[in-house]
């Protein structure tokens, strides 16, 4: 397995780890997979698919409120996310399906479904004009493309505390995650052909006030994934963030994410 994305996600432990930093530190109370869940504007009967399910945590947090009449299959191109995927949502009482699939190439037939939803995933999609070719020949005409993202300024501050480590942090991340942003991503949804395009800003940060989440946090993340931490290197981000925090209160990262919403016409 040489693909670095692959190996980053073979499973949901790396993910795990930067989900659990922003659950216990985001400032805003009203959780993320709530608000986007919100955003899907659809009929109580639908086909839904997602792309890029990750552990499911969408459905998982929003179980209570899925309308009974949604049909909906979860697809990833890791096996290990599926398996998470299904053991997550194994004690729901209502059937999901789950194939894996490569965005680029989705093994479902032209005008299956009602909605697509893409999560924080098409940043990692090589060649996004094919997916967008394929979202579109899976959706039904009029169909709905929900995507989530971040923007360029995303988690700033933490890629400047990296900087002494990783020259050039900032533009490392962008240059693996900044393929499709805020910033960019209503561009490429227009040149796709789809239509309304819509961007919905979550407004939130992240208020830092114990260190060692921002160290599993800096070894798990996947926009530096080629970046094997020292015990010395993460030593001096402990001891930047130690003296921030008593300096503080909090380390304090800005955080820039929301979800296009479009369709096709
Ligand atoms: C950052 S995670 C997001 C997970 C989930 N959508 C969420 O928002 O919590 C990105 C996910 O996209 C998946 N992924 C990356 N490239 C993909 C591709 N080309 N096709 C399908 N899934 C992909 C990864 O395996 C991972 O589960």
């Not at 993910?15 to 959780?31: E, G, K, M, Q, T």
């Not at 919100?38 to 209570?64: F, Q, S, V």
């Not at 926009?223 to 001096?236: G, K, P």
Request: proline fraction near 5%.
């Amino acid at each position: 397995m040489s693909n670095p994305l692959k190996i980053q996600y073979k499973d949901d432990k790396n993910l795990n780890a930067r989900i659990a930093l922003h659950r216990r530190f985001d400032v805003n109370p009203y959780s993320w997979q709530r608000w986007v869940f919100e955003h899907y504007a659809l009929p109580t009967d639908a086909r839904i698919l997602e792309l890029g399910c990750g552990p499911a945590d969408l459905w998982r947090e929003n179980a209570d409120r899925i309308p009974a009449g949604w049909n909906i299959t979860l697809t990833d191109f890791s096996e290990g996310m599926i398996a998470a995927a299904r053991r997550n949502l194994a004690a729901l009482e209502r059937p999901f399906a789950f194939k894996q699939a490569d965005a680029q190439d989705l093994p479902f037939a032209t005008a299956t479904f009602d909605a697509v939803i893409a999560n924080h995933m098409l940043y990692h999609v090589p060649d996004r004009p094919r997916a967008f070719a394929e979202i579109r020949r899976v959706l039904k005409p009029g169909g709905k493309f929900y995507a989530a993202t971040n923007g360029e300024q995303h988690m700033r501050e933490l890629w400047r505390l990296y900087e002494p480590t990783i020259p050039g942090c900032h533009a490392r991340v962008l240059a693996t995650a900044g393929g499709f942003l805020m910033e960019n991503g209503a561009a490429q949804l227009e040149a796709a052909g789809f239509v309304d395009v819509v961007w919905h800003n979550y407004v939130n940060a992240l208020a830092v006030t114990d260190v060692e989440p921002l160290i599993a946090y800096a070894q798990s993340s996947n926009t530096l994934m080629d970046h094997v931490w020292t015990e010395a290197e993460l030593s001096a981000v402990r001891a930047a963030v130690t003296a921030r925090i008593a300096a503080e209160g909090a380390f304090h990262i800005g955080k820039v994410a929301g979800l296009f919403a479009s369709h096709l016409p």
